[in-house]
């Protein structure tokens, strides 16, 4: 069993970076706050005997030797990065939980056969570099190195720049390495297994994603003396594309999802017809076929609305993320292990992407979650019980340590 | 007549300072160049001969003397501040055919019964400092000083702080002495003048306004796994009634505009559920019965859509500016320089907010209106021909010697 008190403990402690007065946690991507956190954890990692790898996309890999080093390791981990409103354990949880492994086979003197790491990957979030996952998107081939470190912020700053600044642009290369499977721990950052009453879901699939970038160009102009029939309003058509935005959603019930989560006015003066409007869509479902009808239907709206009005389009799918069914073997030993314990425990597809996503294309992975509280996420108010993150937890270490004995 | 080159190299000259690549001035109220923008200005007018004097709102008063200086000036003028994608003329031509006024009667040796003064309004825009013509306003005693001082950006600077900053927080109380007359000279901002092809507006009204701000709170929330039917999007919320403003503004056509200019998003990022949203609503209309049955229309809608959504509401109706009857007389004067001259021209009523509205309630006010290129303004595009702003300040020379005479 795992230290449940430790664990919790060190969650607190990485809550602290970037802590906010509601409780929950503001350390974006590669920001100072990102780099106060890694190496916080880097620290707790050599304290607990790990040799530290890190490669050319920030990611890091806390390593503990098996019997037999030469062979490729078990692999934990998630994020340290939080939304802007986030929480103290979206990402952070599974990064912990993993370095909770490695001390509670410390304590009991236990080796493995192949080497178990703990890992962190860079900017899983995608709230400050978009899109989501593109460390580890990078780390299994699925983007470039370049596109990886070219990705900007809002204000034009890139990963590849803030990475170094914050001096963690790491000599590795990204990938290319085998690992004998990959497990991340997460909340479930929705509400099924606290309606349903149970402690494990036993993550399956995630579901597919597309992310969009959309800018609406009318003309400025003034709102006193410009006639309602001369406007090109731009945030007129960025309010009708929401409100489509929503309607696809509902249409395609109960498992789509569907939300303009940023969007931006300019000028952004009261007395100013808005001549710009930037705003983003992201589609969820776990179906590909019904996320690509979701996006046939985006299409065709944004261009009647943007027609109708009179107003210029640049539409962008900026990222698509295609469902992803997790490993069969390594899903087993999950359910066997909350079996094992006792824990009552359900199958589950993700909502949410994870670093598991990328990483099952060139590894055996499969994911653990535990409740939280009212099934809320990327929320300061998000929260979970210490049970339930050691019965994770406990679940993560059987499994990795069966993996690496296997 | 007026010196047309030296009129518009004056405006050339203004239009530097917070001049933009696209040939516009972001010259935002009591900004660092709002400072310089009103420096030139004082040195100008003291080069002309005048005595300046500035009010504790930072509006400023150049005076000509008259043969009687114990009379009440004739007071001629506008506003330097600029939208944040503003132009070269709209405020400023106001300001500078005051100033070209005075050269005039400079150069003709020419002396008025009454004084003259060309006059700055502070903060015309409410752009930076919502609402609009507020320095103006407490001139006319429609608002109280203390109000005037205490109007916030959105970083939460005051006005009266940044006066100080600027060095324009002047001795002189505010308001209190009478006027012979107002003139204020401007661009249309809107169409009317260029479709028919006239050279001068006589306005004889302006418009009512309605400025609200509407916050929707809601529930921040993870964008993947929260269900549709658990959430509380503000900004689908904020959509929907940004949809109906346009509707209420469509119903009470011909003369209705209704604006949302500015909105802000919270957290603003991609992967969340919009948690708050904040907004401003701008309606006009030139009939205040109108203008009455919008405003019902609206706070019908944000009550049924807030409801709807399960979204929390805070509803303000932050400044109301009924419809404005210019002084007959002074209009008289107006129309008559422009029959003189041989300008073509019609009666007009304008459709933005200016600093002669709230100087209408202590004085006898009109205003001379000139075409605006393609009816823009509150666009960098916003453009008009140096013989249609002499035309204007020709009018108003005739007009303003013939009050100060009478
Ligand atoms: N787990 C998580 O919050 N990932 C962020 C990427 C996404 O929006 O799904
Ligand atoms: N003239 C002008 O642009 N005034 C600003 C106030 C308004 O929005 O009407």
Known sequence: MINQQRLWQSLMDMGEIGGTEKGGVCRLALTDLDKQGRDLFVQWCKDAGCTIRVDKMGNIFARRAGLDDSLPPVVMGSHLDTQPTGGKFDGIYGVLAGLEVIRTLNDQGMDTQAPIEAS?????????????????????????????????????????????????????????????????????????????????????DAQGQRWYEITLTGQESHAGPTPMSRRRDALVGAARLIDQVNKIGLAHQPNACATVGLLQVFPNSRNVIPGQVFFTVDFRHPDAEALAKMDQALRETADSVSTELGLEMAFEQIWYSPPVPFDAD????????????????????????????????????????????????????????????????NVLFQAVVARANS
Not at 336 to 355: E, L
Not at 359 to 384: D, K, L, W, Y
Request: some cysteine; overall charge negative; glycine content about 12%.
């Open 330 to 393: 390594c899903v087993a030993l999950v359910r066997q292990a909350a079996t094992d314990f006792g824990y009552s425990h359900r199958d589950i597809v993700s909502g949410a992407g994870h670093d598991a996503c990328y990483i099952s294309r060139v590894a055996p992975t499969a994911m653990v979650f535990v409740p939280c509280e009212n099934g809320i996420s990327h929320n300061e108010a998000e929260n979970a019980t210490p049970e339930d993150l050691a019965a994770g937890c």
């Open 120 to 204: 962190v990957w860079t900017n899983e979030e995608g709230s400050r570099f978009p899109p989501a996952m593109v460390a580890s998107g990078v780390f299994a081939g699925v983007f470039e190195l370049d596109y990886g470190l070219s990705r900007a912020d809002l204000d034009g700053k890139t990963m590849g720049e803030e990475l170094a600044r914050i001096g963690y642009n790491g000599p590795d290369d990204v990938g290319g390495r085998p690992f004998k499977a990959f497990f991340e721990a997460h909340i479930e950052q929705g509400p099924i297994l606290e309606d349903e009453k149970k402690q494990i879901g036993v993550v399956t």
